[in-house]
C-alpha cells in the first residue's frame, strides 16, 4: 500500500516442477474424456497488479500474468489449455446524484480482458493466438432502512451490461475425437439487464 492506500500494488512470481502432469484427452472411442498422465513439466512465470483510486468516486486497476509452462519430455512442447499471458485493464466511476433520494450509488464500469496464446493439442499444432473483450457495465442502486434493530439495510441493484462489445470471435475450447476436429467459439457481442437484490 503506498500514497496513503491510495496506490496498491502486488507482484509474485512461480516456478513449478510437476510429477505426472495429467492432461484431458476425448476417449480413443470418441465417447466421453479420459485423463492420462502428460509426464514431467515445468511452469514458470509472474504476475503483477496495479490499483489505484484517483479519487474517492474513481478506481483504475491493471492486472498483468506470463506463465511459460512446458513438458520437460524429447519434444518440450507447451502444456495445453494454459494461457501464456492474461491481461485485465479497468476502471469503475461512481455518482452519488444530489436530489435524488431513491438513488444511492451510480456506478459505471468498463474493462478489458484478453488471454493467449493458448494450445489446444499436447503436439502444439492447434492453438488461439491473443484475444481479448471489451465490456461495461451501468449501475443504480437502492438502499433503504430493514426497520431491523442492528440498523442495516437493504440494497437493490439494477444493471445494464454489455459483453464483448467488440465482437471477438476466438476459440474458447478445442478437441479432437473420431478423427474429427471440434471448437468452441466465443459468444457475440451481448446486452443484458441484471437484478440483485441483498437483504
Known amino acids: ?26 476417449s480413443a472411442g470418441g465417447l466421453g474424456r479420459v485423463t492420462l498422465n502428460g509426464g514431467k513439466s515445468r511452469s514458470i512465470g509472474a504476475e503483477a497488479m496495479i490499483r489505484a483510486f484517483i479519487t474517492d468516486a474513481l478506481e483504475t486497476r491493471v492486472s498483468y500474468g506470463y506463465t511459460h509452462a512446458k513438458f520437460r519430455n524429447a519434444d518440450k512442447t507447451f502444456v495445453p489449455f494454459i494461457p501464456a499471458h492474461t491481461l485485465s485493464v479497468g476502471a469503475t466511476r461512481h455518482w452519488q446524484p444530489a436530489g435524488i433520494h431513491w438513488i444511492e450509488r451510480l456506478s459505471f464500469h468498463a474493462d ?40 442495516s439495510r437493504s440494497t ?27 471448437a468452441q467459439y466465443s459468444r457475440p457481442a451481448e446486452v443484458g439487464i441484471e437484478l440483485r437484490y441483498c437483504f
Open 1 to 26: 500500500n503506498l500514497l496513503t492506500s491510495r496506490l496498491q500494488a502486488d507482484i509474485a512470481a512461480f516456478w513449478m516442477d510437476t510429477r505426472d502432469q495429467q492432461v484431458s484427452q476425448m
Open 112 to 151: 478489458y480482458r484478453g488471454a493467449g496464446r493458448i494450445y489446444w493439442t499436447e503436439d502444439n499444432s492447434v492453438w488461439q493466438n491473443f484475444a481479448g473483450t471489451l465490456n461495461t457495465r451501468l449501475s443504480v442502486r437502492h438502499a433503504y432502512a430493514t426497520g431491523r434493530s442492528d440498523g
Open 156 to 182: 437493490m441493484d439494477f444493471s445494464l451490461y454489455a459483453s464483448n462489445l467488440l465482437g471477438t470471435r476466438y476459440q474458447t475450447f478445442y478437441f479432437v475425437t473420431m478423427q474429427r476436429s471440434f
